[in-house]
């Protein structure tokens, strides 16, 4: 028997002379199991600043009031904004130092997009669960655009939501020649001019619904969003007179309650754009809102674009056969106006992202 043997001998070993490195993140491992948070209250998200929300909770009742909360960890790739219901926890008493977190959304029954350009299939969401959307627009300082009007108009349409329209400056410019270019849409009007904003009639408008503002810089939003809610104070500018543009004022979109004689709803301001890309839209649901055109456009081919220019289009066909009759062909001049849009962006497209010339082997 060696030295080694009796060195054996002498040593009692058992189970706990094993040494284990623990965890260094935690003794227990993690699971993606998360809570239900079956007692989590909801609130309605009114603005966004710098990862914090503003949510008012217990809407509508004796002791509504606004809190600031935080995205949970499990939501950091959901996009959460203004309008949107979220399901809280923790502090939701609004004392101050008070910060709840935000653990889920709830389904949403709108949500209206744009994106960079056409070319570019990254959606920005602007606002949820609004039911309308109030178009703002000047008629002169800056010049209006049609254009940039039928492209808020498609995004309404695309996402289920009415559109409305307020022309404001009408004291610098008629606007007869520029709505003229909306004659065939379903299409609420209003008209503004200095010391004559039609308040009472747009607040009638505004009351049962979620109405998101939307216009080019300079158009006058920001006033008409102060006429409508005195304590929104939000900040107006003017029109740079080398330029023709509007200076930014609005900054973030935020929820505004709007009380009325006609009753209360909900003024979405949101900052003002000069440009309004389409390419996440869907053409077919422009067609959608055009019901009676839809349901001839159901004999046109596969494909159809429905321009004037279509072949076997049975639009074009009925619109020169003399069945879509005055109204009906007005309609169509203004869905055409909408969807050639899209064919703009597939030439823009085509253009920014050339298909690459094949090398011969």
Not at 125 to 134: E, K, S, T
Not at 160 to 180: H, M, N, W
Not at 260 to 271: A, K, M, Q
């Amino acid at each position: 028997m060696s030295w080694l043997d009796d060195a054996d001998d002498d040593l009692d070993f058992d189970e706990a002379d094993v040494r284990v490195r623990p965890n260094p993140k935690a003794n227990r491992p993690r699971t993606k199991r998360r809570p239900a948070h079956a007692d989590a209250q909801i609130g309605r998200v009114l603005g966004v600043d710098r990862g914090r929300y503003a949510v008012l909770v217990d809407e509508d009742a004796d002791d509504e009031h606004e809190i600031i909360a935080m995205r949970a960890r499990e939501l950091r790739k959901t996009p959460i904004v203004t309008g949107d219901r979220a399901r809280l926890v923790g502090d939701t008493s609004g004392g101050e130092g008070t910060l709840a977190r935000i653990v889920g959304i709830e389904e949403r029954s709108s949500l209206l997009r744009r994106s960079a350009d056409d070319t570019d299939q990254v959606e920005r969401v602007i606002v949820a669960n609004a039911d309308q959307m109030l178009v703002v627009v000047a008629a002169a300082d800056p010049e209006p655009r049609e254009r940039l009007v039928d492209r808020y108009l498609v995004a309404a349409l695309d996402a289920g939501i009415r559109p409305l329209l307020v022309v404001t400056k009408t004291d610098l410019a008629d606007p007869a020649e520029f709505l003229s270019h909306f004659e065939g849409l379903d299409l609420e009007v209003f008209t503004s001019a200095r010391g004559e904003m039609p308040v009472e009639r747009i607040g009638a408008s505004l009351a049962g619904h979620a109405t998101v503002f939307v216009g080019h810089s300079g158009v006058g939003k920001s006033t008409l969003v102060n006429a409508l809610v005195p304590e929104a104070h939000r900040a107006t500018g003017h029109v740079n007179e080398v330029t023709g543009r509007g200076r930014h004022t609005s900054s973030s979109t935020v929820s505004l309650r709007y009380r009325g004689t006609e009753g209360s709803g909900w003024v979405i301001d949101t900052p003002g754009v000069r440009s309004f890309g389409l390419g996440h839209v869907d053409p077919s649901n422009i067609l959608r809102a055009f019901t009676e055109l839809a349901e001839v456009a159901e004999e046109c081919p596969r494909g159809c674009t429905h321009l004037p220019d279509a072949p076997d289009c049975a639009l074009v066909e009925a619109a020169a056969e003399g069945r879509l009759g005055p109204t009906g062909s007005a309609r169509l001049d203004s869905l055409q106006r909408l969807l050639s849009t899209f064919a703009d962006r597939s030439d823009r497209a085509v253009t920014r992202h050339p298909a690459r010339p094949r090398l011969e082997s």
